[in-house]
């Protein structure tokens, strides 16, 4: 089945400096991508979505500049949490959608967990 | 996208089915309804989805209303290590537009 690949599983930084978080489609090609963030017994929120060759598209509230995205080939998109802060600390996920039964299924990655000092 | 509605806990005793219920009362004729299920400090993972016709797998069995408007996911035969929580959601073409709601955390009891 399709496979997404996310790493680093967890990370640990300094505030002010930068993490980049990698998202893999392992067997499939993703030409779209999605980031969420998810804090503490609470849902998912998604934040942008990465297409493949094209500038991400954010949602509402999700400052471009702060969380770079790059999608620079069919099977890799990359969030970078930019002079990071304790208050960017969080559990972020990515996913892709792959063909599946007639429908588009969503498959996610294990998720990041950011701890910014 | 349709919003869906999804009691916020239940309890299940091991070895018994558990049954899940959402509400999509707005889902268009073109989206489906998915079922995910996180387990603490993992990403979704995918259970089953349909469009209206219903649905069973390896997992779990999917039923949905004739009118669309809601839908109930089966674990036919809870363990323990089905203590999760469990989400519903709808979309159509584009996946990335599905709103996840605060889903149903599911606790199975020994």
């Known amino acids: 089945g399709a496979v997404v690949s996310q790493h680093p599983s967890w990370v640990i930084c300094k505030s002010g400096t930068s993490v980049k978080i990698e998202c893999r489609s392992l067997d499939f090609q993703a030409t779209t991508m999605f980031w969420y963030r998810q804090f503490p017994k609470q849902s998912l929120m998604l934040m942008a979505t990465?297409?493949?060759?094209?500038?991400?598209?954010?949602e509402q509230g999700v400052e471009k500049d702060k969380f770079l995205i790059n999608h620079a080939s069919l099977t890799l998109s990359t969030l970078t949490v930019t002079s990071a802060h304790p208050e960017d600390s969080s559990f972020y996920i990515c996913?892709?959608?792959?063909?599946?039964?007639?429908?588009?299924?969503?498959?996610f990655g294990a998720g990041s967990r950011l701890t910014v000092l | 996208d349709a919003k869906t509605t999804q009691p916020p806990s239940m309890d299940c005793a091991e070895g018994r089915a558990a049954n899940l219920p959402c509400n999509h009362s707005t889902i268009s004729g073109n989206e489906y309804v998915y079922w995910y299920r996180q387990i603490h400090s993992q990403g979704p993972q995918y259970i089953i989805h349909g469009l209206k016709n219903n649905e069973t797998n390896e997992m779990a069995s999917l039923i949905i209303t004739e009118d669309r408007k809601s839908s109930t996911l089966i674990l036919p035969h809870a363990t323990l290590r089905d203590t999760a929580v469990y989400y519903c959601?709808?979309?159509?073409?584009?996946?990335?537009?599905?709103?996840f709601g605060d889903g149903t955390t599911l606790t199975v009891k020994p």
């Open positions: 990465s297409n493949e060759g094209s500038k991400a598209t954010y």
């Open positions: 996913s892709a959608s792959y063909r599946g039964s007639g429908a588009n299924v969503l498959t």
């Open positions: 959601i709808v979309f159509g073409t584009n996946a990335g537009k599905s709103t």
